[in-house]
């Protein structure tokens, strides 16, 4: 998926994903939080996100990828 505004990121001290986290701020907007880096999405980006993870969960089960 693509983020309409691009991202930015700081403080980037691990070399591995150890946490993602949104929170929802003011208005249709989220804060997207993957370790200590922080970028913006708008609702729009947030749903298609959700429906891009369900997809690919989807896809695992029926390929018989989780057990």
Do not use: C
Request: charged share 25%; proline share 1%.
């Amino acid at each position: 998926m693509r983020i309409k505004d691009g991202g930015s990121v700081s403080k980037i001290k691990l070399p591995i994903i150890t946490e993602i986290k949104i929170t929802a701020i003011n208005g249709y907007s989220f804060e997207l939080w993957i370790n200590e880096s922080l970028s913006y999405m708008t609702l729009e980006e947030a749903l298609k996100l959700r429906d891009e993870l369900q997809n690919q969960i989807h896809k695992s089960i029926s390929q018989g990828g989780l057990k």
